[in-house]
């Protein structure tokens, strides 16, 4: 099994930035080909946010590709979310995501809070 722990989430003003890190753990680690941000707001569906491979490509939602930047630690097992230029709509829990190339999201963290307001 695998597990990823996410941190980083809290308060931030809008306009501010958030630094989202996770790191996986286990003993199937190699199974992890894509490691991914999730997001949901209350009320709403869980969205997918942005996945990296473990070879470093990448893909992002087109509402958060110009504010958020996704990267990938492989040597520590970590992936990290850089997101700026925060906005209220933002606000939701953000879970880390890591599976394998046929199944991206076989694992789940549990979630951080992430809330924009002034």
């Known amino acids: 099994q695998v597990q990823l722990v996410e941190s980083g989430g809290g308060l931030v003003q809008p306009g501010g930035s958030l630094r989202l890190s996770c790191a996986a753990s286990g003993r199937n680690l190699f199974n992890i080909y894509t490691m991914g941000w999730y997001r949901q707001a209350p009320g709403k569906q869980r969205e997918k946010v942005t996945a990296?491979?473990?070879?470093?490509?990448?893909n992002y939602a087109d509402s958060m590709k110009d504010r958020f930047t996704i990267s990938r630690d492989n040597a520590k097992n970590t992936v990290s979310l850089q997101m700026n230029s925060l906005k209220p709509e933002d606000t939701a829990v953000y879970y880390c995501?890591?599976?394998?190339?046929?199944?991206?999201?076989?694992?789940w963290g549990q979630g951080t809070q992430v809330t924009v307001s002034s």
């Open positions: 995501s890591g599976g394998t190339a046929w199944n991206p999201t076989d694992y």
């Open positions: 990296i491979t473990i070879g470093g490509s990448t």
